[in-house]
C-alpha cells in the first residue's frame, strides 16, 4: 500500500465559515458517541458561546445535508441528542462541548 500524504492548505479562516471546537472535546466526542450523536454534536459545537436555539430537524437537514429522518433521529432526546446528555455533553438543556464535568 502507498504511503498516504496529507497535504492541508492553508484556508484564511473567516468568522461564520468555520467551527472552532477543542481537541479534548473532539476526542471526548468521537470516543463516546456513535456517527450521528458526533454530527449533532459537531453541529452543535459551530454555534457562538452563549448562542441560544431551539433544535430544529430541519434546521440540521437543511445545515447538513441529510435527509429529514436522519435529522429528527439527530435531534430526539431518544435517540442523538440524548446520547449527548448520556455521554456528559448536555446537562440541564446546556451543551457543553467538552463535557459538563469539564466546564470551568
Known amino acids: ?17 468555520f467551527g472552532q471546537f477543542s481537541n479534548k472535546g ?7 458517541l ?4 458526533l454530527l449533532i454534536w459537531l ?3 459551530n454555534n457562538k458561546d452563549g448562542y441560544e436555539l431551539d433544535l430544529s430537524p430541519t434546521a440540521v437537514a ?3 445535508g441529510v ?3 436522519i435529522a429528527k ?9 440524548g ?11 446546556v451543551f457543553y462541548a467538552e463535557g459538563w464535568s469539564n466546564a470551568e
Open 62 to 64: 437543511n445545515a447538513l
Open 83 to 93: 446520547e449527548l446528555e448520556k455521554a456528559g455533553f448536555i446537562k440541564d438543556g
Open 1 to 17: 500500500m502507498a504511503k498516504l500524504i496529507i497535504k492541508k492548505e492553508a484556508a484564511e479562516y473567516k468568522p461564520g465559515k
Open 34 to 37: 456513535n456517527k450521528n450523536g
Open 43 to 45: 453541529y452543535l459545537c
Open 73 to 81: 433521529s439527530m435531534t430526539s432526546p431518544s435517540k442523538a441528542l
Open 67 to 69: 435527509s429529514a429522518d
Open 26 to 32: 473532539f476526542a471526548l466526542a468521537a470516543q463516546k
